[in-house]
């Protein structure tokens, strides 16, 4: 069997600063729209399938990427980021001051974690894990391009790689960070195995000057 490919990208910098946005829709800076194009000039894919949120700071970069690679774009509400509930759009500082005991609980015990009336954390991850299985089945032995968010890539990398909870949150993905994933496949006792490996993880921050560089043609 073929093996599937499923690269992960994260949105580039938003606007409104640094905030618990989750659900809050908010576009693309002028700068977070040409840090996902440089990240994609850096790990150019034949890509045959781009799925995104639907949260336009992902959809926005989705459907350009479709558009100039002549492929499919299909918008799925299930790679959303996590809803924070109370605490959407306001500045992560302010509710570290207000509420530091149940904030710390993010970082320290993130699966044990639900923002006031928001989603708790094992549900976002159940619904990012199905997402990821109905994926397999659906697009085995291709390559697929997932533009998502940091929380969405934070959970599934800690579940595909078996890591600790805690550890989730010790990944650096930056504004347009990628992860790629290959998936080998094989049929054991009559039910087919998926042997996930990581095979790249770039979490170096684009900065406005590398950016420049990059999308004028010295990536090197």
Not at 74 to 81: K, P, S, Y
Not at 189 to 218: C, F, K, N, Y
Request: net charge negative.
């Amino acid at each position: 069997m073929q093996p599937t490919y499923i690269d992960l990208i994260r949105h580039g910098e938003p606007h409104g600063g640094n905030v618990f946005r989750g659900r809050t829709d908010l576009a693309l800076t002028e700068s977070g729209q040409r840090q996902f194009r440089a990240r994609v000039v850096l790990h150019q894919q034949p890509w045959q399938q781009i799925i995104s949120s639907p949260l336009q700071r992902c959809a926005s970069s989705a459907q350009w990427l479709a558009d100039r690679q002549g492929v499919p774009c299909q918008l799925d509400g299930r790679w959303q980021e996590i809803d924070y509930g109370d605490w959407e759009n306001k500045a992560v500082d302010e509710v570290f001051e207000q509420h530091p005991q149940q904030a710390q609980k993010l970082w320290q015990q993130p699966l044990e974690f639900c923002a006031p009336g928001g989603e708790p954390v094992p549900q976002f991850q159940q619904r990012i894990i199905a997402a990821w299985q109905q994926l397999l089945q659906e697009y085995q032995g291709q390559h697929v391009l997932l533009v998502n968010h940091g929380g969405v890539m934070r959970v599934l990398a800690q579940h595909l790689l078996q890591l600790a909870p805690q550890a989730m949150n010790r990944l650096a993905i930056p504004y347009a960070g990628l992860m790629r994933f290959r998936v080998d496949h094989s049929e054991e006792q009559g039910r087919l195995q998926h042997w996930i490996s990581l095979l790249a993880m770039d979490g170096e921050p684009l900065a406005d000057a590398r950016v420049e560089q990059i999308l004028a043609g010295g990536s090197g």
